[in-house]
Nanobody, 125 residues
Framework: EVQLVETGGGLVQTGGSLRLSCAAS????????IAWFRQAPGKEREGVSC????????YYRDSVRGRFTISGDTAKKTVFLQMNSLKPEDTAVYYC??????????????????WGQGTQVTVSS
């Protein structure tokens, strides 16, 4: 059974940092893509960043590039999202997701097969 458990969310002031963790089980870190999505109230879920275990590349949406860094620890089967210089517009529930078919890029939400329960990130102004 695939499980994804996100931790690390919280309340932080503008300019602060948080590191999200996604602990994975039930699959191997081979030929999969693992991404972070977020969803703010009243908005659609959007892809934030992805790490591909097909081509080894990482991908970011434009609004977070240079501020967020995705990384993975295959031994611990955990993916991290280091978020620096946080802004109020980063406030959302952040979800970890895994795609068994996506090869490159972040892709749409419906390309992902399994999702975590989400963790709240709130950035105060």
């Amino acid at each position: 059974e695939v499980q994804l458990v996100e931790t690390g969310g919280g309340l932080v002031q503008t300019g602060g940092s948080l590191r999200l963790s996604c602990a994975a089980s039930g699959f191997t870190f081979e030929d999969v893509a693992i991404a972070w999505f977020r969803q703010a109230p009243g908005k659609e879920r959007e892809g934030v960043s992805c790490i591909s275990y097909h081509d080894g590349d990482t991908y970011y949406r434009d609004s977070v590039r240079g501020r967020f860094t995705i990384s993975g620890d295959t031994a611990k089967k955990t993916v991290f999202l280091q978020m620096n210089s946080l802004k109020p517009e980063d406030t959302a529930v952040y979800y970890c997701a895994v795609s068994l078919s996506l090869v490159a890029g972040i892709g749409p939400a419906d390309a992902y097969d399994y999702w975590g329960q989400g963790t709240q990130v709130t950035v105060s102004s």
